[in-house]
Nanobody, 116 residues
Framework: QVQLVESGGGLVQPGGSLRLSCAASGSIFSINAMGWYRQAPGKQRELVAVIFRGGSTTYADSVKGRFTISRDNAKNTVYLQMNSLKLEDTAVYYC??????????WGQGTQVTVSS
């Protein structure tokens, strides 16, 4: 009943920037938090950033100071602004919605490749 669609991924040079978007639709009755995850080849999926119901945010240490998560409630969309990108940021990025205590809904993912 809930759909999440990511967009904005692509190929970027080291030091460049990208902004990812995640549009939510469907029967969304509650949102405790929305998060961005990423999974690089051969690595576990990791939580990158979270924005909570009240608007507070958290970030993985590896991206803190470079990435910013935000939302536009009118558009029902969450964003991930990624600056000063590094080679190790290369991954498939997923957005996820946590109605209560677990992330029950996931997007299809969008590829981010950082390469010179």
């Amino acid at each position: 009943q809930v759909q999440l669609v990511e967009s904005g991924g692509g190929l970027v040079q080291p030091g460049g920037s990208l902004r990812l978007s995640c549009a939510a639709s469907g029967s969304i009755f509650s949102i405790n938090a929305m998060g961005w995850y990423r999974q690089a080849p051969g690595k576990q999926r990791e939580l990158v950033a979270v924005i909570f119901r009240g608007g507070s945010t958290t970030y993985a240490d590896s991206v803190k100071g470079r990435f910013t998560i935000s939302r536009d409630n009118a558009k029902n969309t969450v964003y991930l602004q990624m600056n000063s990108l590094k080679l190790e940021d290369t991954a498939v990025y997923y957005c996820a919605l946590r109605p209560t205590v677990s992330y029950d809904y996931w997007g299809q993912g969008t590829q981010v490749t950082v390469s010179s």
